[in-house]
């Protein structure tokens, strides 16, 4: 656990719809030390609580996102752990999943550890992603058990899949004995190398190389076969394709142990997005067609997907200035996620708080039942991790308003339905009324 | 004549009516260069920069060579192709010309979109693409129009001739910033165009693209084809893995003498260069009377001249002819 004094005051969530795996109810939460100490409805607050008004808001656990980029060390111009953890408090994370592919990359003890010190005091808990093989250079693997030992619960290579199919079956069968899971991006490079969107008509018409379907669709297929043999849990990062999806909907309904995250700019913008060969809306996986996004939007309505992460990727403001084919992929996220599901899916919010919270903290092994503090109910007893949203309140992006140190954001301008009041991170109000506290 | 666009970044900015107006002006300006001293006041005191990221003697010479005759100061900006390796950004770049003050920006880069991202930074500055990444390459189109016009003869000032000409396009049509204008352009006039290449020298998908036909077969297509043009094999693009080797590629899409004769009499051969021959055209096919090659790069300078005064020189139409 990071962040928070040893004592907080007492702090009171009044007039909210308590909104967690075990359903919904209006109930007032009373909070102190870090703890969740009664949950009714009309609590008496003891003299000297803080009152948080959470009239017409949904009270949950907190968000937590599988996927971030915090950038650091390396590329502290595009982001911190410090500016990106701010980020995630004001998008009601409370605990972010940091990719490994830093500079240095995660891949030892060390470089995790210096990630956990960095994070000392961070406005949201931040779990470290170890990287499946050194270097991230797909060709021997990293020490697993001694970066588990560190509490590594989610290992990856994000940025590029494993190519070798006999170095992720062996990768799957070493973490089966660790109790941990596999985060693949799945990018054949034999297909996707050189492509900077998706390959197809807008790609032919552009002139701009692409990445196919099947790049990321051949890599599934193989990491479902390996996961089948093997026993090795994988989880599919940032899926983008109606076939991944078929593929993942098939294999689950088969028992094989995969799950799958998907990630707001694949159901919210498609491939005729780039037509004006802006930057900004370079991302990998690419944006894809309207059948894709449909099929995204599908498969987190039918359960086939567990989680929304937000793929949150700053780049400095020179890089998104590049040439299309130069440019890094990468957009904004933690800030736009939840706002984004509630603007642009026809879903109730108890089902986009599950996509967002408890069941990504289930796969990243930071719920109560992995020992962990997050996504867990709304109970007496339980570490006060919470954001209070309020689902009909509209604001708009202004990318020089958000706390990243980028400003890679697709969406500037774009009004969305679905705000973070506040966010509590063990017992401690980090944003109130949408302002961080520190 | 048609209201002219802002900038010139791809065929698809110019409908027939705008062609036929660009084709129209280069006569007038054709007859200029033909004088003892080619040269029109009609851009005195306008500003022209050429901004080439990609090498390209032969475009550049014909843009600046257009804009001199114009009487237009030229500055010439060279750049690596890449700007991550110069250390500033493109649109640090694009500012610092804009700060000097120009009219117009001809830009070439070896990144497609990069005209268009231009466009989108520059106030009161025309930006005219010479050819960017796989994309466009407008006034190459332009210029193969105008050729082609020039050979069917017959004193037509309209586009009326274009009306059901088969035009093949051949070779390399996946990396080709040419054939995407050529296609639109030709269509855009009525023309049918058959693509003939590989399957794996095609773009992934022409969804949406104006052609008639694709054939995978040059000699099944030579006899019902009015202009042929044959692409370079972009072998710096990488092209070369697209086909197992030069010698089959040849065997199987170059114009050799003996398919030249399949073509009808009247047809029109043109290559938009630099040509390497033996690869996609014999050289004693370059050397046809109905190879218009030559004339191409001619023609060249008249229609960057048309473009630019259509861009800049509204009005002024008089004072060149």
Redesign the interface.
Known sequence: MTASGPTTPELIVRGGTVVDATGARRADVLVADGTVVAVGEGLEAPAGARTLDADGCVVAPGLVDLHTHLREPGREEAETVESGTRAAALGGFTAVVAMPNTDPPLDSAESVRNVHALARGSLAQVAVAGAITVGRAGERLAPMAELAALGVRLFTDDGDGVQSAGLMRRALQYATGLGVVLGQHCEDRSLAAGGTMHEGAWSSRLGLPGMPAEAEEVMVARDIALSRATGGRVHFLHLSTAGSIDLVRRARADGVQVTAELAPPHFTLTIGCTSGYDPVFKVNPPLRPQSDVDAVKAALADGTADAIATDHAPHAPELKDLPFDEAPPGMLGLQTALALAVTELDLPIERILALLSWQPAAIAGLDPAHGGCQGGPVTEGGVANLCVVDPTATWTVDPTALASRSRNTPYAGRTLTGRVRHTILAGEPVVVDAEAQR | MSPFPTHLLSMDDLDAESIADVLRVTDSFAEVGRRANPKVPTLRGRTVATLFFEDSTRTRMSFETAAKRMSADVLSFAAGS???KKGE????TIETIQAIGMDAVIVR?S????P??VA?WVDHCAVVNAG?????HPTQALLDLYTVRQSLGGGDEGTDAFRGLRVTIVGDIRHS?VA?SQITAYAALGAEVTLVAPATLL???????PVASVSHDLDAVLGRTDVISLLRLQAERGSGAYVPTMREYTAGYALTARRALQLPPEAIILHPGPMVRGVEIASEVAELPSARITDQVGNGVAVRMAVLFLLLGHGALEAAA
């Open positions: 890449s700007s991550v950004s493109l649109r640090d880069h990144s497609a979109g990069v268009a991202r989108r960017d990444g796989w994309h466009q910033r995407r773009p992934p998908s022409l969804e949406g693209w």
